[in-house]
């Protein structure tokens, strides 16, 4: 049986109270309630401070460049389909240096998991404005308050109707790794918009803010309904849902995929009786 | 000995059909036994403007591309004046007899397109007709391949084709046009046709490539587009990324995870990948990059060649790490060096680059199909830690060369950092750890040396004149050293078909003893000349530079040597 204990006890480099402890508890208690030992599971990041999350839990790591965990972690996936795979990163990361890559996984629909961390704010380059700052937001970069509008990450993933699509707090660890769990069984790309506070640099969205403003979607939200969930996503200022905002049946990518490429790659040897087939056929 | 090449340029606007005139008769001449380089010269549009297809065929080994133009096939009523100029002594001049008198000159054989071809798309098979009656090139071997591309459309469509190119060559016999067939061909063994870009797809397939991620762009995409075509049934998987930065992310990803991965691509889409190149040396994971050139800076000549990203690709990526860069100079060379740069990529688990260009991409050649049975093993990581302990990904080793896990078999995890890491993959800002594992990784470059593919001479080591050249220079510099000594020069040819790393001792002595040596290469700088410079100090006198979009020749060489560095 895996056990919490599995995935290790680590030294951090984060800031005491910051709000990636808690992911970090609710990241592992969805493994371990989904039965997965570390080494079934990948995890992928970027850069930042979020990124950093896989070296504080025992599992394979590929921890690559900033705003690059989605490229990497598709190429994982296609590679070695047994694996799961979860990308984490910042927001930064995700949906700034990273976003050309967002847009093509929505539409490519691997089978992973994107965890961004979203503290609408950079932590580890020190409190400059991120996709998610709220405009007009003051930071040491942007004196005169952040001056463009904030990327809505719920919102463009329900448009390319990504099959499943969930924002999760922080403070609700319980919660939290309940939608950590339900992303990890879908089939396609999910993604995980975590609300964490940056205690170090974000002074408007504080964990106080965030507890204020969040709650529980109920049974009424119904996430296969487009008009509801685009509504839901929508939603994001003096009431903040958490939870599944949306979700569909999309195949996966690969279907596409030739049959002999349906397996491990890694076992993979060329058969050289049919691309001595191939080579003949350019005579 | 006189050249008894024929140097078949076939003119006109893209969309026209000249490819496919191309394509069937350099099949043909393969067929036949005959030798071919292709040279494709197409402009960056899909529809107008002037392409041109040359076939230069002789029934002796050539290799590279010829100036003179002995047939001309004028498709549209530019080429002629375009062309005019290059036309040899003995040259013949099809035209379509619609375009009058502008389009032709004295050597004109005015064509009736319009008689033979019930309809236009037709004209590609009298212009074939006429080509083999020129050429007196048995029908036989244009009618197969005729009933080999249309028997998926219906005897109809076979028979009507035909028809066309038969009656073309029957009107060409009764124009007693004085052009000197070509020589008998002497070559009867088995042979395939292959273009640059083809070969590496199939080298890459052959050396266990079964992972290509790529963004279009031209000249590299025809590797991708070879491996979709082909590799279905090896099970190759191809996916075309959003942009660049994610193709080269996305194989490495999938390198990490055990796919044997390849990313082809041209300058401008290479200059994206560097950061990943950077993170393919840092986490040890093994990528294999195509790199087709073309000129630059930027989008340069979109569809000409040039040599020019040598630095590009020597210097790609931040910080210090071994790479290797081959650079094939024929088709043959295009398939072995790359599954040699697969084994190279994986054996040391970094980044390795075949560097070709448009020229070589384009050039359909006649070759021996490969022995595949004959090829060496390739490197490929284990899938189990049989040593005591906890697996390190970096463990510290004398060869700088870690046993290499892929995640996913067995207990063991693989950790990867593009951070200083610790041998365990994790995290460090330990200095000392920081100068142990920059070691590691550096330590690396003894056995690339030690594996490195020598330059190739040609010819006497005493020569008066050295030509040293690398990648698909190799063809015109070859020619230019057997046209010189038929002209009593002695002359020695060099070639590079790895560019990195040098070992000095394999050619620093010719170099140093040669009475000339010349540099001939495809850029403007002499790139290979300054990194052999700065590797041993050694300084070519004699530059024989082009850059203006077209593949070197032996006539280009020769009119230049001489000259100084510009
Ligand atoms: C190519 C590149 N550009 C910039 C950086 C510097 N950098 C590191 S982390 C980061 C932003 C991180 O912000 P976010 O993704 O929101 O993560 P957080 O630190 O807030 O968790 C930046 C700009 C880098 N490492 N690489
Ligand atoms: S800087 Fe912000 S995000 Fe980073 S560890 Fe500190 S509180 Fe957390």
């Known amino acids: 049986m895996v056990t919490v204990a599995d995935y290790g006890d680590f030294e951090t480099a984060w800031c005491p109270g910051c709000g990636n402890f808690s992911i970090r508890k609710a990241v592992i208690k969805a493994l371990v309630s989904l039965g997965l030992s570390p080494h079934e599971v990948l995890f992928v990041s970027g850069i930042g401070q979020a990124a950093k999350a896989p070296h504080y839990l025992r599992a394979n790591v590929f921890n690559g460049l900033h705003g690059r965990s989605l490229p990497p972690a598709q190429g994982a996936k296609l590679a070695n389909p047994g694996l799961t795979v979860i990308a984490e990163s910042g927001d930064g990361c995700s949906y700034g240096e990273g976003g050309n890559h967002f847009l093509a996984a929505l539409r490519r629909n691997v089978d992973l998991t994107l965890l961004a961390h979203d503290n609408q704010i950079y932590g580890l380059t020190k409190g400059q404005a991120s996709p998610t700052t709220m405009e007009g937001q003051v930071t040491k970069a942007q004196p005169m308050g952040a001056p463009s509008m904030p990327f809505n990450p719920m919102a463009v993933a329900v448009a390319m109707r990504a099959g499943f699509v969930a924002r999760g707090f922080s403070g609700d660890i319980e919660h939290l790794s309940g939608l950590i769990e339900r992303a990890v069984r879908h089939k396609g790309f999910s993604l995980v918009d975590i609300l964490q506070p940056c205690v170090s640099f974000n002074k408007v969205n504080t964990f106080a803010w965030y507890k204020e403003r969040v709650y529980r979607l109920g049974d009424d939200h119904d996430p296969r309904d487009f008009g509801a969930a685009m509504e839901k996503a929508m939603e994001f200022g003096e009431r903040i849902p958490i939870g599944v905002i949306y979700e ?36 | 000995m006189p050249d008894i090449s024929v140097n078949i340029l076939i003119g006109g606007e893209a969309g026209q059909g000249l490819v496919t005139v191309g394509d069937f008769l350099a099949k043909a001449l393969v ?26 065929v002789s029934p002796d080994p ?18 002629y004046p375009l062309h005019r100029d290059q036309l040899s002594e003995r040259a013949v001049v099809l035209v379509d007899e619609a375009l009058g008198e502008a389009a032709a000159g004295p050597r004109t054989l005015l064509v009736p397109f319009k008689a033979l071809c019930p309809k236009p798309i037709f004209e590609n098979m009298a212009a074939l007709g006429v080509l083999c009656s020129l050429l007196c090139l048995d029908a036989a071997w244009i009618e197969k391949i005729i009933h080999d591309t249309f028997a998926k459309k219906g005897e109809e469509m076979v028979a009507a084709n035909r028809k066309v190119f038969a009656d073309a060559m029957a009107w060409t016999a ?60 090896m099970g190759v998987v191809v996916e075309q990324a959003e942009d660049e930065i994610a193709a080269v992310n996305m194989a490495i990803g999938a390198s990490f995870t055990g796919a044997t991965a390849l990313v082809p691509t041209s300058g401008g889409g290479f200059a994206l990948m560097v950061e990943g190149i950077s993170l393919s040396g840092m986490i040890e994971t093994p990528v294999v990059v195509v790199v087709a050139m073309r000129p630059g800076p930027a989008t340069g000549l979109p569809t000409r060649t040039e040599q020019a990203d040598l630095n590009l690709v020597l210097y790609a990526g931040h910080g210090e790490f071994p790479r290797a860069i081959f650079a094939p100079g024929t088709v043959e060379q295009c398939f072995h060096l790359t599954h040699a740069a697969v084994h190279i990529a994986e054996k040391y688990q970094s980044p390795v680059f075949v560097l070709t260009d448009q020229f070589l991409a384009d050039s359909y050649r006649g070759v021996v199909p490969f022995d595949l049975a004959a090829l060496p093993a390739v490197a490929r990581p284990g899938t189990a830690h049989d040593g005591p302990g906890v697996y390190e990904r970096y463990a510290v080793t004398d060869s700088g060369v870690s046993p290499r896990l892929i995640p996913g078999f067995g207990d063991s995890l693989v950790v990867a950092d593009s951070d200083e890491h610790t041998a365990d993959g994790h995290i460090t800002e330990d200095l000392g750890v920081r100068v142990t594992m920059q070691d590691k990784r550096s330590r690396k470059m003894a056995g690339l040396l030690a594996d490195a593919v020598p330059p190739e001479l040609h010819g006497d080591p005493s020569s008066d004149v050295l030509l040293a050249c690398w990648g698909t220079t190799r063809g015109a510099a070859l020619e230019a050293a057997a ?64 850059y203006d979009g077209l593949p070197l020749t032996a006539r280009y060489i020769l009119d230049r040597l001489g000259s100084k560095r510009p």
Do not use: W
């Open chain 1, 248 to 283: 569909n049946d999309r195949p996966p990518f690969g279907g596409r995929l030739p049959e002999a490429a349906r397996g491990p790659l890694a076992l993979h040897r060329p058969d050289m009786a049919v691309l001595d087939g191939i080579l003949a056929a350019y005579a």
């Open chain 2, 483 to 546: 046209l010189l000594r038929e002209s009593g020069t002695s002359c020695a040819v060099l070639h590079f078909s790895q560019v990195y790393p040098l070992v000095p001792g394999q050619f620093l002595p010719l170099l140093e003893k040669a009475p000339r040596a010349v540099m001939v290469e495809g850029n403007s700088t002499g790139q290979l000349a300054r990194l052999i410079r700065q590797e041993t100090g050694f300084v070519f006198a004699h530059h024989i530079l082009r």
């Open chain 2, 174 to 233: 009764e124009q007693q046009v004085s052009f000197t067939c070509i020589a008998p061909a002497v070559n009867t063994g088995k042979r395939i046709m292959l273009n640059g870009n083809e070969a590496i797809a199939l080298g890459a397939m052959a050396a266990g490539v079964n992972f290509c991620s790529f963004y279009p762009m031209t000249p590299g995409t025809s590797v991708a587009l070879t491996l979709a075509a082909k590799g279905q049934k």
């Open chain 2, 62 to 79: 050539v290799f590279a591309p010829r100036e003179g133009v002995d047939i001309l096939v004028a498709l549209d009523a530019a080429s």
């Open chain 2, 31 to 56: 067929r036949a036994g005959y030798e071919i380089v292709v040279t494709q010269d197409y402009m960056s549009r899909i529809r107008g403007g002037h392409n041109t297809y040359a076939v230069r």
